[in-house]
C-alpha cells in the first residue's frame, strides 16, 4: 500500500502558485519523499525530492515540515502545461526499496 | 543522454495471446522496473531487474514474468492475456548512486481484445 495521502484533485488558477499536499505521517528516518507528475498517457515525469530540507529546482519547490509528516510542492507560477496528476512518493535512501504509486492529485490548471 | 525508450507503443491483443514489450534503459542505468496503470488500480509495480536479476516483485500473477539483458535491456512477457491486462505498461530505469531517481519510458499502451 502507499504511504501517502493526497487530495484527489485540485484547481489552480494560470499564473497563480500551485501548492499540493501530501502527508506521510509514518516516514521513517530513512525515507525521502519524491514527487513526480504524469501529464495524460504519457510516463510519469521526476520533479523533485528532499529528505528533512527544503528543496527547489527549476520546476518546482519542496517543504518538507520539521517533524516529516507531511510535504507541500509548490510550482511556483503555474502554467496550463502543468495540468497532470501528481504523485507523491515515500522510499528508503536504498535504492532496493520498490516505489509505491498511490492515486495522486489531478492538477487543473483554469485559464 | 537519450531517454528510457520502449517498443512497440501500442498493442492489440486477442484473449489468450501473449505479448512480449521490450524497455531499452538510460544508457549506464543497470536498474529497470515495469509498471502496470489501468484506471482502476492507478501504478502497480509489476517487478524490478538489476544485473541481470530480479530484485523486487510485485503482486501479480505469474503470468507476468519478465528479463534482464546484459546490456542492461529488459523485456516483460505476459502469457495467456485477459481482457483485464489491457493497461499502459511503463519502464523506468534508475542510476547508479543511491538517491538515483526513476526515469520513466513513454509506455506501451496495450489492449485486449
Known amino acids: 500500500d502507499a504511504k501517502t495521502t493526497q487530495p484527489t484533485s485540485m484547481d489552480c488558477a494560470e499564473g497563480r502558485a500551485a501548492n499540493l499536499p501530501c502527508n506521510h505521517s509514518t516516514i521513517s528516518g530513512n525515507e525521502y519523499v519524491y514527487w513526480y507528475r504524469q501529464i495524460h498517457s504519457q510516463g510519469p515525469q521526476y520533479i523533485i525530492h528532499g529528505l528533512k530540507n527544503n528543496e527547489t529546482n527549476e520546476m518546482a519547490s519542496l517543504i518538507i515540515t520539521e517533524d516529516r509528516k507531511s510535504s507541500t510542492l509548490i510550482l511556483p507560477h503555474a502554467t496550463l502545461r502543468d495540468t497532470a496528476v501528481y504523485y507523491c512518493?515515500?522510499?528508503?535512501?536504498?535504492?532496493?526499496?520498490?516505489?509505491?504509486f498511490g492515486k495522486g492529485t489531478r492538477l487543473h490548471i483554469l485559464p | 543522454k537519450a531517454g528510457v525508450t520502449q517498443t512497440p507503443r501500442y498493442l492489440i491483443k486477442t484473449r489468450g495471446q501473449q505479448v512480449t514489450l521490450s524497455c531499452s534503459p538510460i544508457s549506464g542505468h543497470r536498474s529497470v522496473s515495469w509498471y502496470q496503470q489501468t484506471p482502476g488500480q492507478g501504478l502497480q509495480f509489476l517487478f524490478e531487474?538489476?544485473?541481470?536479476?530480479?530484485?523486487n516483485k510485485g503482486n501479480f500473477p505469474g503470468r507476468f514474468s519478465g528479463r534482464q539483458f546484459s546490456n542492461s535491456r529488459s523485456e516483460m512477457n505476459v502469457s495467456t492475456l485477459e481482457l483485464g491486462d489491457s493497461a499502459l505498461y511503463l519502464c523506468?530505469?534508475?542510476?547508479?548512486?543511491?538517491?538515483?531517481?526513476?526515469?520513466f519510458g513513454p509506455g506501451t499502451r496495450l489492449t485486449v481484445l
Open positions: 512518493i515515500v522510499r528508503l535512501v536504498n535504492r532496493d526499496d520498490k516505489i509505491i
Open positions: 523506468a530505469s534508475v542510476g547508479q548512486a543511491s538517491t538515483d531517481t526513476q526515469y
Open positions: 531487474y538489476f544485473s541481470e536479476t530480479q530484485r
